[in-house]
C-alpha cells in the first residue's frame, strides 16, 4: 500500500545547506575576494575615471570561464558531492538515511539540488558582487554576463553530476575522491601512458602526447586550446599625432557551445547515478566498489595500470643496461610486467576485500593477471596495427616539421609544403625504418631526426623522432638520404628564412651587420653594419647559395675538425620590418625582427657579394672557427669570450712565457678563408 | 501487521536471512530473541527499508516496505546504533523529523520533554550513550508511529528509565494500538513485556508463539521419585538436574502431557513451575546445536 509518495523534500534540502554552511560560505569568502580586490582597483582609480571598457570585463569572465571555472568547479564539485553522499559511506547513517519516510528518488533529487545549490552560491556570490562593481564602475556588459552565468551553470552542472555518478560507485570517502580525479583524468592518463609503452616498443615512435581522448578529460579539454577559447576582435585608430590607438571591438566565447555539450552529458551522468543508486544496497558503506561488476572491472584495470607502469619502472631498474638500442627487450619487459600486474592484481584484491588475506584461493585471478599483461606485452611486441612501420602516403600530407640535428653539424628546423620536398622526407622515413639495425646501435655517432606530420585527412599531426645512433664509417641509405636533405633548397630555405616565409607576413630587408670580420690590421673582430641595399644583395647571395645546395653540407660532418674548419666564426644578420596582414583576431601590425645565419666555407655566392660589396677585403676577413681557435691559442686570447676545449689536444700546450706571433704561426696549422676557396 | 515471508537476505554467499517467516499481529509487542549472528538486526534493517531482501515478502499492513514512503511514515526504528547529524542537539533533530514524519507530535514531544528532562538544545554527541537513548525515544514516540521497530531499545538505559521507557511504549500499545518488534537479548526485560515471541536462529525462525503459548509448550517440573530413584530412561526429557532427591526436568510438552507421562512412573512428588523466557530460549536453542558448553578451564 502506497500511501504517498513526494520527490523533494523541503527539511533535508535546508538540512544540508545548513549542515553544510561552512564549506560553501567559505569558498563564497574565497570567491567574494576578487570582485572585493576589483572594488579596491576602481576606488583607486575613481569610478567613473578609469580607462577600462565594458568589453574588457567579458573579456575577463570569459578568461575566467575558460581557466578558472573548470578547475574551481573540478575541486568544490567533489566537496559538494561528499558533502551530498557522505551519508551512503557510514552504515549507521545510511540506515538513518534509508529508513526515513523518503524514497531514494526523493532523497536523489533532493540531494542533488541541494548540491548544486552549494555549487552554485559561491559563483552566484563573487559573480553577484562583480556585476554590482561593474554596474558602480560603468561597465557593465549583459551579453557577457549572460554567457557567462550560462557557461558557470552549465560547467557546475557537468562537474557535480560526474562527481554524483563516482559517489555511487564506490562506497568509501577516499576511494570516492580517488576514483573522481581517476574519471576525471583517466582518458588523458590512459593515453599517455599507451604512448610511453609504444615508445619504449617502437623504433621513433615518441611518447608525446597527442590528445586525442581529451573530450574524456573534461577539465583538460576545457584548459586545452581544443576546448574554450575567447576570440576578441579590436578597432586600430590612428590619432593626429600618429598614436595607433586600439579599441576593443568584441569579444566571443568560441567554442561555448562545447558547454553545453557537457552539461548534457552531465544530464546522462546524473541519469546513470540514479540507476546506481536505485540498485544500491545498503550494506555496501564501506567498500571500496560499490557495484558488483565493477569489482572485476577495477580489480583487473588497476593489475593492468601496475604492469604497464610498475613493469616499465621494473625494467629500467634491472633490465636498462642489457638493453641494446632504444627500444625494449620484449621478454624482460614481459617479466617485469607480469610481475607488476601480480602485484597490481593482489593490492586491487585486498582493497576490494578490506583484507590482507587474499591469497587463499586466488590463483585463478593472478593467473589471468599474469597472461593478460604478458599478452600485452606480446601484442605491442609484435605490433599488429603497424604503428612501428607507419609511413604517411604523401598524398595525405599537408605539410611535415622537421627538425634535424647531429653530433657535429648544426641544427635543422623546417616547416615544408613542397611536394618534392615531402618526398624526400618520406624516403628518409623509410629508409630509417629499413636501417633501423644499424642506425639504433651502440655506434659513436648521434644524430636526431623528428618527423611532424600534418594528415590531412584527419587534420591530426603525427610525429616520429628517431634516435640514431651509428658506428662512423657506416655506409648507410639513410645517412645519405639525410645528408641531401640537410641541403635541400627548401627546407634550407624554411630553415635560413623561417620569417620571410610565413604567409601571414610581409618582410622587407631594412638592413643587416656582418658579426665578428676579424681585421688584420687591429687585429680585432668588427661587427660591420650593413645599408638596407647591402643587405638586399646579401640576402638574394645567401639565397642563391641555399639553392646552390651550399648550405647543410656539414650537417653530417665526420669530425668535429671538419665542422670548424669549413664554418665561419662571424654571422650575417638582417634587420626586417614585418607586416603583419590585418586577421578577425589581430589588427595589422608592423614590427621589426631579425634572421642570423652562419655561413661556411662552402657559401661562395655569399662569401663573393661580400667581397664585391667591400665588407670583406684584404684586411678584413672572415675566419673560419679553426682559424679562431688558432688565432686565440696563439694571441693569446684565452682570457676572452669563447674557450675552444680542443685547442691544446690539436695545437699543443699553450707557453704563456711566450705569447705572440711567433708561438703559432698563422698558416702552418689553420687554413684562412682565402686559401679555403 | 507485520509480515514477513521466506525472506533471505544474503551477504555474499553468507544468509543472514535464509527464509524466515514470522508475523506480528496488529497492537502487540513481538519479541524477537536469538544467539548472536541469528540475524535479527538484518531482519530489522530489511523492515524498516534498509536493506531490499533478496528473496520473500517483507509487508506491513499489506503492503511492501521497501521504497513505501507512506508506510516508512507509519513506522519508527530504533536501532542499536541510532544516528544523528554530528553537530546536532535534540531539538535540531526534531526539526528534521518534523520534516519527514507527517505524524510528528510537537505537543507529544513537548510533554516527554518532562518525562527525559535532557537539555534540548545540548549537542547529542556530548550526551552519555544512555541519554543518546533517551533522545532516540524522544524522537520516535514523538512520531506517534503506528509500528515501533526496536533494536536492543533499553541498551544502556538505567533501571529506573528503562521502566519509564516501557511504560511509554506499552501506553502507545494500549491507547494507540500500536505494533511493536523488540530485539533484545534481555529476556527477562521482554518476557514482561511482549505477548508474542519469535526466536530466530541461523536465519531461520525456530518458533513463534504467543508467550502463554510458549510456556504451554515447554514444561519445568519438580519430581521426586519413589526410592530416591533416576529419571527414567523413556522420559523425553531437554534438560534435567537434580538437588537431593529433587529432579528438575524440562520437557517439551504441556504441563498435562508431561504429569500424565510421569505417573506411570509413580513419582512422590511432581510440581510444574513456570518457565522463565531465558529457559525456554536456551533449551530450545539446545536442540538447534547452541547449548551452553560445559568447559573447564
Redesign the interface.
Known amino acids: 500500500m502506497q500511501l504517498k509518495t513526494s520527490y523533494f523534500n523541503p527539511t533535508l534540502f535546508r538540512k544540508n545547506l545548513m549542515r553544510f554552511w561552512p564549506l560553501w560560505g567559505g569558498v563564497s569568502a574565497l570567491g567574494a575576494l576578487a570582485p572585493l580586490c576589483a572594488l579596491a582597483a576602481l576606488i583607486h582609480e575613481g569610478f567613473r575615471s578609469h580607462s577600462m571598457q565594458p568589453l574588457e570585463m567579458t573579456a575577463i569572465y570569459y578568461e575566467v570561464l575558460h581557466y578558472a571555472v573548470p578547475i574551481i568547479s573540478l575541486l568544490y564539485g567533489v566537496l559538494c558531492a561528499l558533502a551530498m553522499w557522505n551519508y551512503l559511506y557510514n552504515h549507521r547513517s545510511v540506515s538513518l538515511y534509508h529508513a526515513l519516510p523518503i524514497t531514494r528518488k526523493g532523497l536523489f533529487i533532493t540531494n542533488v539540488l541541494s548540491g548544486l545549490a552549494m555549487m552554485l552560491i559561491p559563483y552566484a556570490v563573487t559573480g553577484g558582487l562583480m556585476i554590482l562593481i561593474s554596474l558602480l564602475g560603468g561597465l557593465f556588459e549583459p551579453v557577457g554576463v549572460l554567457v557567462t552565468v550560462l557557461g558557470v551553470l552549465g560547467l557546475s552542472f557537468f562537474y557535480f553530476a560526474a562527481a554524483t555518478l563516482i559517489a555511487f560507485v564506490t562506497g568509501n570517502p577516499f576511494a570516492f575522491a580517488a576514483f573522481y580525479f581517476i574519471f576525471h583524468f583517466l582518458a588523458a592518463a590512459a593515453e599517455w601512458l599507451v604512448m610511453e609503452l609504444m615508445s619504449q616498443f617502437y623504433y621513433g615512435v615518441s611518447s608525446t602526447y597527442q590528445g586525442v581522448l581529451d573530450f574524456l578529460s573534461p577539465t583538460v579539454f576545457f584548459l586545452d586550446y581544443k576546448g574554450l577559447n575567447t576570440h576578441t576582435e579590436f578597432q586600430d585608430t590612428v590619432s593626429p599625432d600618429g598614436w595607433v590607438e586600439r579599441t576593443l571591438e568584441s569579444v566571443t566565447l568560441e567554442n561555448g557551445w562545447v558547454i553545453a555539450v557537457y552539461a548534457l552529458a552531465g544530464v546522462a551522468l546524473l541519469g546513470c547515478a540514479w540507476l546506481l543508486y536505485r540498485r544500491r544496497r545498503s550494506e555496501c558503506a564501506g567498500d571500496v566498489v560499490a557495484v558488483g561488476w565493477m569489482k572485476p572491472v577495477f580489480r583487473y584495470g588497476v593489475a593492468l595500470c601496475a604492469a604497464v607502469t610498475g613493469g616499465t619502472l621494473l625494467y629500467h631498474l634491472f633490465f636498462n643496461s642489457f638493453q641494446k638500442g632504444s627500444t625494449v627487450m620484449p621478454l624482460p619487459m614481459a617479466v617485469c610486467m607480469a610481475a607488476a600486474g601480480l602485484v597490481g592484481y593482489y593490492i586491487a584484491s585486498m582493497l576490494l576485500a578490506k583484507s590482507f588475506h587474499v591469497f587463499r584461493g586466488s590463483w585463478k585471478g593472478a593467473l589471468a593477471s599474469v597472461a593478460a599483461a604478458g599478452a600485452v606485452c606480446a601484442v605491442i611486441a609484435l605490433d599488429p596495427a603497424g604503428v612501428k612501420s607507419w609511413k604517411p602516403e604523401a598524398g595525405n600530407l599537408e605539410s611535415v616539421s622537421l627538425s634535424l640535428s647531429s653530433d657535429y653539424g648544426r641544427g635543422i628546423s623546417a616547416d615544408i609544403a613542397d611536394p618534392a620536398a615531402i618526398q624526400k622526407v618520406l624516403d628518409l622515413h623509410g629508409a630509417i625504418l629499413e636501417e633501423e639495425q644499424q642506425l639504433d646501435s651502440d655506434g659513436n655517432r648521434y644524430g636526431q631526426a623528428y618527423l611532424g606530420y600534418w594528415l590531412r585527412d584527419s587534420g591530426q599531426y603525427v610525429t616520429r623522432q628517431y634516435s640514431l645512433r651509428y658506428s662512423d664509417g657506416l655506409q648507410s641509405e639513410a645517412l645519405e638520404q639525410l645528408r641531401e636533405l640537410a641541403c635541400d633548397p627548401v627546407v634550407q630555405e624554411a630553415n635560413i628564412f623561417p620569417l620571410t616565409r610565413d604567409s601571414s607576413v610581409t618582410t622587407r630587408v631594412t638592413g643587416g651587420y656582418v658579426e665578428d670580420v676579424y681585421n688584420s690590421q687591429t687585429r680585432e673582430f668588427e661587427n660591420l653594419e650593413l645599408t638596407p641595399d647591402q643587405a638586399r644583395e646579401l640576402e638574394a647571395a645567401v639565397l642563391r647559395d641555399i639553392r646552390a645546395g651550399h648550405f647543410g653540407k656539414t650537417f653530417l660532418a665526420d669530425s668535429y675538425e671538419e665542422e670548424v674548419q669549413v664554418t665561419c666564426r662571424g654571422s650575417l644578420s638582417f634587420y626586417y620590418s614585418i607586416t603583419r596582414k590585418a586577421t578577425g583576431e589581430y589588427g595589422s601590425e608592423t614590427y621589426g625582427d631579425s634572421e642570423s645565419i652562419t655561413i661556411s666555407t662552402y657559401c661562395t655566392e655569399t662569401l663573393k657579394a661580400l667581397e664585391k660589396l667591400g665588407i670583406t677585403d684584404e684586411t678584413h676577413r672572415l675566419v673560419t672557427r679553426m682559424e679562431y681557435s688558432t688565432m686565440q691559442h696563439a694571441n693569446d686570447y684565452r682570457d676572452g669570450g669563447w674557450d675552444d676545449p680542443y685547442a691544446e689536444e690539436w695545437y699543443g700546450p699553450y707557453d704563456a712565457a711566450s705569447p705572440g706571433d711567433g708561438y703559432v704561426t698563422p698558416g702552418d696549422d689553420c687554413v684562412y678563408l682565402e686559401s679555403a676557396f | 501487521m507485520i509480515e514477513i515471508k521466506d525472506a533471505v537476505k544474503r551477504?555474499g554467499s553468507f544468509a543472514a536471512l535464509d527464509g524466515v517467516t514470522l508475523t506480528v499481529p496488529q497492537g502487540s509487542v513481538y519479541g524477537l530473541v536469538g544467539p548472536n549472528g541469528a540475524g535479527k538486526s538484518t531482519l530489522i534493517?530489511c523492515l524498516?527499508?534498509?536493506?531490499?531482501a533478496d528473496a520473500g515478502t517483507i509487508s506491513i499492513?499489506?503492503?511492501n516496505v521497501w521504497?513505501?514512503?507512506?508506510?516508512?511514515?507509519?513506522?519508527a526504528?530504533i536501532?542499536d546504533?541510532?544516528?544523528?547529524?554530528p553537530?546536532a542537539t535534540i531539538r535540531d533533530m526534531c526539526?528534521?523529523m518534523?520534516?519527514?514524519?507527517?505524524g510528528f507530535s510537537m505537543e507529544r514531544y513537548e510533554k516527554l520533554k518532562e518525562v527525559f528532562e535532557i537539555d534540548e538544545k545540548r549537542a547529542l554527541r556530548r550526551l552519555s550513550k544512555g541519554m543518546q537513548k533517551q533522545a532516540a525515544f524522544w524522537l520516535m514516540l514523538s512520531c506517534m508511529p503506528d509500528y515501533l521497530i526496536l533494536d536492543e531499545p533499553v541498551d544502556g538505559l538505567d533501571p529506573v528509565m528503562r521502566r519509564q521507557v516501557w511504560s511509554l511504549v506499552l501506553g502507545d500499545v494500549a491507547q494507540r494500538g500500536t505494533t511493536v518488534l523488540v530485539s533484545s537479548h534481555n529476556l527477562r526485560e521482554l518476557e514482561d513485556v511482549c505477548d508474542h515471541v519469535g526466536i530466530l536462529d541461523h536465519g531461520r525462525v525456530l518458533l513463534e508463539r504467543s508467550l502463554a503459548q510458549l510456556q504451554d509448550n515447554m514444561v519445568k517440573l519438580q519430581v521426586v521419585f519413589r526410592d530416591g530413584g533416576e529419571v527414567p530412561a523413556d522420559l523425553p526429557v531437554l534438560h534435567a538436574s537434580r538437588v537431593g532427591r529433587v529432579h528438575t526436568l524440562i520437557m517439551r510438552m504441556s504441563a498435562g502431557e508431561a504429569q500424565n507421562l510421569l505417573s506411570v512412573h509413580s513419582p512422590l512428588l511432581v510440581d510444574a513451575v513456570p518457565l522463565t523466557l531465558e529457559e525456554i530460549f536456551i533449551y530450545e536453542l539446545g536442540g538447534a546445536d547452541y547449548a551452553v558448553k560445559d568447559i573447564v578451564l
Open positions: 551477504f534493517r524498516t527499508g534498509i536493506y531490499r499492513d499489506g503492503g521504497e513505501n514512503e507512506g508506510l516508512k511514515a507509519r513506522t526504528a536501532p546504533d541510532w544516528y544523528y547529524f553537530q526539526r528534521f518534523r520534516g519527514f514524519y507527517p
